[in-house]
């Protein structure tokens, strides 16, 4: 048995845990830029917290707020360059994946000069500055990964940075962030997270460490989906999202995604689907599509859900996500084509042909093959 795990992200639950471990921030820097959008961190008091807790570490701040959904390049340059200008030393990001995604490329680039040609190349001096992560949003798990994703309008798609430099070097985990989180959103971040699961343990990259915990992930998600259905959840069910999707997230830091995210990010950049919808859409076609070649992977998948075949999963799904959007055979065509050429396709145990992607939408979206 040879595989290798490296997770060096310091991770801290609790209620008020940021408060309380305030003096975690000492050992990151002197003074910091916290990274987040214009409104959720306000709303929800995260960013209140934080800052609260730099004063009483006696630590300065600066904050850039200009984080939008799904991030774009520009962002992310304007971001570094504010954080050189304020002589930030390390970076704060709270909110759902963009603000996390954008306070990465940001650490990044404030650290290095590295071109907009060159930013999804790989090839980055160790250097970066260091950070610290507050997810609101139970889904992306980008607190514990190595990967910025960004929207990059030359591909027409979604690009990640991907290096262990990414690796923030704390999380703090408080689900009363996530309190106040539309049914939607909830919905829409919890399959986020329940996807990185299930494409962990499908990916060609999986190891026993990984599968443990994807498993344990799913489980935790699964036990959530009469809640999630009913409109019913308590704060015991926020945080048991809260934490399924950092274990999700430990899992994609080892294993990255599948197909399904590819073919995802054309949903969001085209259609502005949001991301965890655009995988929970494609997400049963998907595993229809791999159990041809591995059945075992997929009945261990369902089984840890608590189901008895992949037709209920399909079912709660379809429930979950309500009325899917039109889409035409063109567009079909035209976003196979482009998720055909991600570097994720590889991960697939039974790796797809551009042909298959176009079945898969096409089952997914429920038009005539």
């Known amino acids: 048995m040879e595989f290798q795990f490296y997770m060096p992200t310091r ?3 609790g209620e008020d845990c ?3 471990n305030k003096d975690a921030f000492r050992a990151l820097g002197t003074k910091a830029m916290i990274v987040t959008g214009a409104r959720s961190a306000k709303a929800n008091g995260s960013e209140k917290d934080v800052t609260e807790a730099l004063k009483l570490a006696d630590i300065e701040y600066v904050v ?7 991030p774009t390049i520009a962002c992310v340059y304007e971001g570094a360059a504010a954080a050189r200008k304020a002589g930030a030393d390390f970076v704060i990001a709270i909110g759902g994946g963009s603000p996390m995604d954008a306070g990465k490329a940001i650490a990044l680039l404030a650290a290095q000069d590295i071109s907009e040609d060159d930013l999804f190349k790989g090839q980055y001096e160790n ?3 260091p950070m610290a992560f507050v997810p609101t949003t139970a889904g992306t798990g980008s607190e514990v990964t190595p990967y910025s994703i960004l929207t990059n309008d030359k591909a027409q798609t979604k690009t990640s940075i991907a290096t262990p ?3 923030p070097a704390l999380a703090f985990l408080d689900g009363r962030y996530t309190k106040d989180l539309g049914i939607t959103t909830t919905i829409n971040t919890a399959i986020d997270a329940l996807s990185h699961g299930i494409e962990g343990m499908i990916s060609v990259k999986a190891n026993p460490v990984s599968d443990v915990l994807a498993k344990e992930s799913i489980r935790q998600i699964g036990e959530c989906f009469k809640a999630l259905k009913e409109g019913s959840l308590t704060a015991a069910h926020r945080e048991q999202l809260l934490y399924a999707s950092m274990l999700a997230g430990v899992v994609i830091a080892h294993t990255g995604t599948t197909a399904v ?5 054309s949903l969001t950049y085209f259609k502005d689907i949001d991301h965890g919808r655009a995988n929970g859409l494609l997400l049963a076609e998907f595993m229809k599509f791999t159990a041809a070649g591995r059945p075992d ?3 261990s998948i369902i089984t840890a859900m608590g189901y008895k075949k992949l037709e209920e999963l399909e079912k709660d799904l379809e429930e979950l996500l309500g009325a899917k959007e039109a889409i035409t055979a063109e567009e079909i065509s035209k976003y196979s084509s482009i998720a055909i050429k991600a570097k994720n396709i590889g991960n697939c145990p039974v790796v797809p042909e551009e042909k298959d992607l176009i079945k898969i939408y096409t089952e997914s979206f429920g038009l005539s093959v």
């Open 18 to 20: 940021i408060r309380k």
């Open 127 to 129: 250097k970066i500055l």
């Open 261 to 265: 995210h590819s073919m995802g990010y």
């Open 64 to 70: 850039f707020d200009k984080v939008m959904s799904n």
């Open 11 to 13: 991770v801290i639950t």
């Open 165 to 167: 430099l990414l690796f």
């Open 297 to 299: 992977v997929i009945e």
